[in-house]
Each structure stands twice: as C-alpha cells, then as structure tokens.
C-alpha cells in the first residue's frame, strides 16, 4: 500500500487497539493512560518533540528574576498556608493524644478528661477520645473462681422499681410490706428548712460514734426471719440499693453472697467501702491518688461520711426518752439505756415479693420522724452534700444556693449520681415519705 505524498511527512505515533481513546493529540510525548483505563501501555515516541536544528548564540532569557506577587496574592497565600499549619497541627495534636494514652498524665487527670485547643475563637473538645484510669479491683480475683454468670449494666439499667402508682396487668403490684419495725427516732427540727446562706448555721461536730452497719447474717432479726418457709433472699438497703443503682458506678465495689440451702443472703464485706459515701465519683474530672495532694479520694470519703454523721444528729431535736417515737420492738443492736450515747434511727425489715416462690425480705433504716400538714407522721431520711472544690464542680454553691439551687442539685446529680442514687433508692426501700438532703459550705 502506497502512502499518498501528502501525509509522507505527518509523523505517525505508535498505539494500542485495545486502549479507549482519551485524547486526540499527545503534544507532551508522556505515557498514556497508566491510570485506572490502561490495559497496555504504549510509550509516547518524540515524534512531536521540538529539535532546535540552528543553535543561535545570541539566545538568552529576557527576564530572570521572579515574578513580584501582588497584595492580593500574598494574604491568598497566607491565609492558605495559615488554615493547611492549623490542620496540620490540628492532626499532630491528635495523633500525639493517641499515642499518649496510657501516660501518666492522663491517668492523674482521672476519667473523662477531654483534651481540646481553640479554633476560630470557639473551644474545641475532642469528646470522642476519654482517656480513663485503670482502677484495682475491690477484692482480688481468684484463679479457681468459677464465673457463675455475667451481668451487663445496660440490662441492669432498664430494670424499674415499682411504685405505688405503678399498676401491673393484674391490677395489683406489690411495692413492699413492713414485717417488723424496731427502735425509736428524734424529731426533725423544722427551723433548718429555712436555712440559707445569708442565715448560715455552722455545723457542730457530734461526740457520738459512728452508726455500725450490722451484716445481713449477723442480724438476730433476720435469723429469726430465716426459719420461715416464706422468705428466701435476704439483705440489708446497703447492698440491696448497691445492686440496684450499680450501672452509676465508677469505683470498684463487691457484695458476699452466702447460699444456706435454698436461702441467699447478700452482705457488704466488714469495713467494707459501701459504709463510706464517695465524693465526685461520677465527675469528668473525679480527685486522683497522689501523695501530694490533700484531696484524695480516701481523705474526701472519710470527711463526707463524717459531715453526714454530725449533720444528722445536729438537725434534730434534743432527744428525751419520753420525746422519742418509738416502733413496738426496740432497737436490735443497741440497748434503750444506751440511745443518748449513740446515733438514735430506727429499722423496718420489708418484704417484696419478686416472683412466685422468691421473696425479698430488706433492713431499710429511717433516720427521723416529723409531723406532716394533717398532723400525721411522716418518716425520714436526712443526708447532706458538701463542698470540696468549687474549681473542679464549676458551680459556686455560695453564690448559687439562694438564687440557683437547681443548678447546684443539678451539678450534684451529674458529680455523684452513684451516691444519690444510693440515697433515693434506699428511702424508697424504706418506705420513707420525704429524703431531705443539705448542703455543707
């Protein structure tokens, strides 16, 4: 085949059949399609490259220099390189969050730390990443121990406890029934409810001991209980509220269970933590163990228990024998001519029925009696929150209290959901009319 004359000096550039067409003309002489398409790469020949045949001498660059950037231009090209240093840095700081993880500083920093930095004028938490501490276990876990069954708190959370309102299919539910009540109660003095800041009372530190929380197995009342057919789970509000409210906690905790026969009796261990009450146990930023520093978690727990201890006995009124309220059996633990020297409450052992054949049967305690609006009497339960750092809570309870006191209650339920969890749940156990909670400046 004879190629005309007039196409005998078109340069003829090699291809491959089997390659889509993506351009008409390759001016550039580079590879062809070696992306996604390729499917046999044909290397571009110099048929279009330029050959300077007449080297002149006299051929030189006109202009050398680089070329002047406008105004304009250099803020474009600074506010460019600006936002792509914050993004690189933005992607430092996170890459080096990751990889500190399990640093020491973090760990101080305790549960739910955030880490942020500023951007356009606005605080920018990172709330995905919360750097949590390890926390040792309560009691330690044995290698012959057999695992009986595993309980996740997101089960737990959707249990209910039944109110007196609440009404199952049948019509009736049972919300609990007193089988004995014991010991004597102070009158609540009425005046602290008008208590304020402004009005402060200064809290009087008690002489009386500590309140001994008797176990469920040491408790003659509950033994007695035992022998009956009807009963079969026994526990005290301590453990029984603890269960109840354990999808709230942070700190390690254990409860003993004991298996008589067909009989189950739930019992926090002697000296056990649940006797104390935690401080900020549920904060984003909770106290830390440091040698160094005055507000441990141990230090803090022992001065709540201790202002719980003391704000009871100063909101009541002076106790008398003949002033007393006092329940037909008298108090279990402590003899009547003994009441003056140590912390007067009273107990109601209760019983819920759970299921058929499984009955609960629990030693709730009451800490006061008042007159209600009919004259009526009314049960209580007293507890009082303190003040240990209002950095760490945000919230000035001196300033807010008067004016703001959803707000302060309000940052307590987020700071110490687990404790007053404990506290609501135990007076409704107890079947007490009013939990009243103060506040210790």
Same mark, same amino acid.
């Given at each position: 085949m004879k190629v005309p004359d007039q196409l005998t000096k078109v340069p003829y550039q090699q291809f491959s059949k089997s390659e889509p067409i993506g351009r008409i003309t390759d001016w550039t002489g580079?590879?062809?399609?070696?992306?996604?398409?390729?499917?046999?790469?044909?290397?571009?020949?110099?048929?279009?490259?330029?050959?300077?045949?007449?080297?002149?001498?006299?051929?030189?660059?006109?202009?050398?220099?680089?070329?002047?950037?406008?105004?304009?231009?250099?803020?474009?090209?600074?506010?460019?390189?600006?936002?792509?240093?914050?993004?690189?840095?933005?992607?430092?700081?996170?890459? @080096?969050? &990751?990889?500190?993880?399990?640093?020491?500083?973090?760990q101080n920093q305790g549960q739910n730390r955030r880490g942020g930095m500023q951007r356009g004028g606005r605080q920018d938490y990172n709330?995905?990443?919360?750097?949590?501490?390890?926390?040792?276990?309560?009691?330690?876990?044995?290698?012959?121990?057999?695992?009986?069954?595993?309980?996740?708190? *997101?089960?737990?959370?959707?249990?209910?406890?039944?109110?007196?309102?609440?009404?199952?299919?049948?019509?009736?539910? &049972? *919300?609990?029934?007193?089988?004995?009540?014991?010991?004597? @109660?102070?009158?609540? =003095?009425?005046?602290?409810?008008?208590?304020?800041?402004?009005? =402060?009372?200064?809290?009087?530190?008690?002489?009386?001991? @500590? @309140?001994?929380?008797?176990?469920?197995?040491?408790?003659?009342?509950?033994?007695?209980?035992?022998?009956?057919?009807?009963?079969?789970?026994?526990?005290?509000?301590?453990?029984?509220?603890?269960?109840?409210?354990?999808?709230?906690?942070?700190?390690?905790?254990?409860? *003993? *269970?004991?298996?008589?026969?067909?009989r189950l009796f739930l019992e926090q261990r002697k000296n056990s933590e649940l006797d104390s009450l935690t401080v900020s146990e549920t904060a984003n930023e909770p106290p830390v163990e440091d040698g160094a520093v005055v507000n441990t978690p141990k230090n803090l727990s022992l001065e709540a228990t201790l202002i719980n201890h003391s704000f009871l006995q100063q909101v009541l009124k002076k106790p008398s024998d003949e002033s007393r309220y006092k329940f037909k059996e008298p108090n279990p633990f402590i003899a009547t001519e003994d009441l003056d020297k140590n912390v007067c409450v009273a107990y109601k052992y209760r019983k819920f029925k759970l299921a058929e054949g499984l009955t609960l049967v629990v030693r709730c305690t009451l800490d006061a009696v008042t007159q209600g609006p009919s004259q009526d009497v009314n049960f209580l339960n007293i507890k009082a929150l303190n003040e240990w750092d209002p950095r760490y809570s945000g919230v000035?309870?001196?300033?807010?209290?008067?004016?703001?006191?959803?707000a302060v209650l309000a940052t307590e339920l987020k700071n110490n959901s687990f404790k007053l969890a404990r506290w609501t749940l135990s007076a409704l156990l107890a079947g007490a009319d009013a939990l009243k909670v103060g506040y210790e400046v």
């Open positions: 580079a590879l062809r399609f070696q992306g996604r398409f390729s499917q046999g790469a044909v290397p571009a020949g110099d048929q279009y490259a330029y050959v300077h045949e007449e080297d002149e001498a006299t051929f030189q660059l006109v202009d050398s220099s680089r070329p002047q950037r406008t105004f304009f231009s250099r803020g474009a090209g600074r506010f460019r390189s600006s936002l792509a240093f914050r993004r690189q840095r933005n992607k430092d700081f996170r890459n @080096l969050a &990751d990889n500190q993880r399990d640093n020491t500083r973090f709330r995905n990443r919360q750097f949590t501490k390890q926390r040792e276990p309560s009691v330690s876990i044995q290698a012959n121990w057999v695992v009986v069954e595993d309980m996740e708190f *997101v089960r737990m959370a959707k249990l209910s406890f039944p109110m007196k309102a609440d009404v199952d299919e049948r019509g009736k539910i &049972d *919300v609990g029934e007193d089988i004995v009540s014991c010991g004597a @109660l102070d009158w609540y =003095e009425k005046s602290f409810d008008r208590v304020t800041v402004k009005s =402060e009372k200064p809290l009087v530190r008690s002489d009386k001991p @500590l @309140l001994t929380n008797v176990t469920t197995t040491d408790d003659p009342i509950i033994r007695k209980l035992a022998k009956q057919e009807e009963f079969t789970v026994f526990g005290t509000d301590t453990a029984i509220s603890t269960l109840m409210a354990a999808s709230r906690s942070v700190y390690s905790w254990d409860i *003993v *269970v004991h298996r008589v026969g067909k000035d309870w001196r300033s807010k209290l008067d004016t703001q006191p959803g």
